[in-house]
Structures are given as structure tokens and as C-alpha cells.
């Protein structure tokens, strides 16, 4: 069934919606008419007008097995039968059960055994700080009330997350609303920390291996399981955000598999459901848990919730998604998938001059835009834009942080796709980058 538009949706987007990351006058403007996406199968997506584009950044690096995949699209509408929504107020549903049973058997150790739902990272990480603030003031350490976060960190944009937050363009603005946080670079930075070793920080939040709103950025090996010494000397909790690193994205189910470490909290969305709905689960321990335990009246309740907390369609999206994960090859493919992109990657440089270095992790990568005598391009030609810009061209969605192109797939890519996205993102550095040259 389709809507009825009394004018295109393009004409009207541009009317009426606010687009988040986006300069709105440059958006609206009668020349610029808006990409109106319309439907998607596996890793493509096609626009209103039936251009095909790949799907290079999964849509935000929430999608795994590509769009409209059957089992997910099923496991939503077996739900949808039932109901859509009600509260986990008061009562439970057993999509949400079933799903923070999964959760804690799946991820690593045996130490998470309880699942905090919500609605996005953001909240997710607001979850864990709370929860760690609170179980601090009512277990006997309430000058436990800092946090430590890393610099450049990217945890999500509402005001608890942004304060942990550490990229100076999206926090900046902000700062006046943000707490104080004791910021470090590395790790022997947090060793040296004076509010750390005085134990007077709740814990140390983290996104393992990879930093991907800092460009991609890598941690050197064996900096997650120092950091878990760290906070095991010092009785400190331990925040791992694997928004984006979760569920395959690193090459293993959980980028703390790949350094044997367990955290306190650990906090997932995006992938949750696949890339289909707006979910989020905060796991943790039975440490925790029990810290908030007590007659009503000791008042050592967790006041915190929204009206969408396990929202049972999002729940049933998950559990497909998990299923997927157990009758299809998954892993498997990430590892061909990475594999091939790295053989990819190692190309590039050498077929490109303004592609200076590219970084890789599993199915994560960046690649920095340069002019070929290795210097930055203008910042006023914001390059990285103008490359996704014209990588649509080459049929390519795909977005920059400044001036390093980031490219996600979907696990279901096949070997052609990602070639394609690739030679797309190619030929479109190039052809901007020709426009420098004289
Ligand atoms: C996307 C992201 C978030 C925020 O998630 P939202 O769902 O956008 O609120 C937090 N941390 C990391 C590492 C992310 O990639």
C-alpha cells in the first residue's frame, strides 16, 4: 500500500524535516533536491526514482544482514500479530525474556547476567553511568562519583552521553551542560590519574579496539586487557561501549573477546536488532544487581526508564537477528568479507593519489583523503563530503568524518559489491582530487 503525497516527498522533506548532521540551508535549497530513499534488498537501496545505491555504511552502521532479510522482516510481523508495544512497567513479554536470556549467554565470560533494556546507544550509556553512580552511593564508596573517558571518545549526543564524549565538533558547543569527567589519552595516562588511584572514579567507559567516530582510529593490542588490570587494581568499573563494535563488526561476536575481557557494563544497540528497529540493552553483573537489592522502602531502586524500554517488535527483531547469526555462516562471512577488504584496501593508495593511508578492522574501514604530495586538502573544500557526494554518483552511500571516507558494509555484501564500493569510493577521490591539480 502507498501513501498518497500531495506534493513529492522530496518537496516535502525539505518543507518540513530537520535532518540530524546536516547543514539545513544547504539542504533545502531548490537546487539540492533530497535523496528519497524507497525500499532496500540486501546491501543495496533504491531511491524513489529507481537508482540503485550500496548501502557502504549499512545506514549508519546499524545493518548487518541486509535490508528487508527475510527472517527478520518475519520474526517483526509474528510479533506484530500479538502486540506492538506495552510497558515494562509493571509487566514482562517474552521477546524481551527470551532475548536478555541470549544476551548474557552470548556474550563473554559468564559474569553479565542481567540486561537493562532501552532505546539507542545514547541511552544504553546513560544506563551504565547511572547505574554505576548509583551503586557507588549505596554500597559504600558514594565519593565513587567521576568518570574517566578517553580523548576523542564518541559515545552518542544526549547530555550524559555527550559529557563522556570527547570529539571537540560535536561536544564543544555543549560544554556548559556537560559534568566533568577526567579525560586521558592512553592508558598510562589513566595510570597516573590522581582521582583514579584515589578510587574516587565510578569507571572508566571505553569503545574497544576501534574508535569510530575518531576516524577509525585503532587501540594497539592488548590496551583493552591493560585497562581491565587498571580497573581491577583499583576496584574501578569498566564501561565497555560496543555500540558499533558489537556483533561481528570486529571480526568476533564482541571486540572484548579478542582480548579475553569481560566488562562490568557493556552497552549494545545499533546491530541489536539487525539494523531494524531502535533498541538497546545495557548488560551487566550480578554484582550490580544485587548492590540495588533491599526492601522497598531502602529506596535502592533504579528510578530510570522510558515509555519504549523493551519494546516487544524491536525484541523480536533481535531474536531474528541472533537466530541469523545461528543458521547462517555469519562469522564466516565477516572473515572472507574482511579478508577481501583488506586485499582491497592495500590497493588503494598506490591506484589512488589522494587516498593517503586506510585503516581496517573486521568490517570497519577508513580511508584519509590527501593531496598527493601528502598534504591535507583545504578545510574549506571539505573534501570528505564532496567524495561521498560524488561516490553517489558511482552508486555509493557512504558517509566521511572530516576528511577520512568510512566504509561499513552489510555482512550479506558480496565480493563483487564490495568491489564496486570500494572502486566507487576510488573514482570519486579522484575525480575531486583532479580538480586541485593544475
Ligand atoms: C552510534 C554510537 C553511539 C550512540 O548510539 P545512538 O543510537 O546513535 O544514540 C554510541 N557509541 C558508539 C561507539 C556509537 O558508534
Redesign the pocket.
Known sequence: MSHEFSKNPAALDQQFCWHPFTPMEEWCAPENPPLILSHGRGATLYAQDGTAYLDGNSS??TNLHGHCHPLINEGIRRQLEKFSHVSFLGAGHAPAAILAEKLCVLTPGKNLCKAFFSD??????EVALKLAVQFWQQNGAPERSRFVAFDNA?????VG?ASVGGVPLFHERFSTMHFPVDRVSCVEELENLPDFRAGKCAAVLL?PLV???NRMHLWPKGMLRQLRRLCDETGTFLIL?????GFGRTGTMFACEQEDVCPDFL?L??GLTGGYL?L?ATLTTQHVFDGFLGPRQAQRTFFYGHSYTANPLGCAAALANLSIFESEPVLEKISNLSELLSQLLAGLPGNCPFIKSTRQIGVIAGMDLSLPDGSDFPATAFAGHAVCKIARNHGLLTRNIGDTITLLPPYCTTPEELERMVSAIRKAATEFGERFIP
Not at 539507542?120 to 550509556?125: D, K, L
Not at 564518541?154 to 544526549?158: A, S
Request: proline share 4%.
Open positions: 549508519i552502521w539507542n546507544g545514547s541511552t544504553a550509556i564518541y559515545h552518542g549526543d544526549t552521553a569503545e574508535q569510530g567516530v561501549d560496543e555500540i558499533l563494535t552497552c544497540a545499533k531502535p538497546a
